[in-house]
């Protein structure tokens, strides 16, 4: 037995809203539960610079006010307590020598207090320093 086929001229379409619809709201629910770096909270007068190159943040990040509060990643220390900090602070797998620290000073910031700090970064084994500036 032959059948036949009957054609009456429509032909079958996929409507693309709903699919479009899902893709937008997809999109911007990842936007939005997208986990961005956390900065301290912290004002600061960066120094400017010619020569400033972007850096990835990440590591350890060291705050200098100008006041003189000193900050370490989010928690608040002092020059007497930043080494230990710095001590006990576990890189992972990373050695020390190699883990990048992140130094921001405030401009009005003495150089005598960004040598000291420079200097406890050191001791407690960190090679890797950046300074960080503004560009001009």
Known sequence: MKLKARRNGIQPNVD????????????LFFLVSTTFAVLPG????????????GTSV??????????????????EVTLDTLGQALADFDTGTVEKTQFPVSLEADADVTNGTIVHLFD?????????????????
């Open 16 to 27: 693309m809203t709903p699919m479009i619809d899902i893709v937008f709201q997809l999109i």
């Open 42 to 53: 912290i004002k600061l007068n960066l120094p400017t610079s010619h020569t400033a190159e």
């Open 58 to 75: 990440q590591g350890i990040t060291i705050t200098a006010e100008k006041t003189g509060e000193i900050h370490f990643n989010d928690k």
């Open 120 to 136: 406890i970064i050191r001791e407690a084994g960190f090679s890797v320093i950046n300074l960080r500036t503004t560009s001009e």
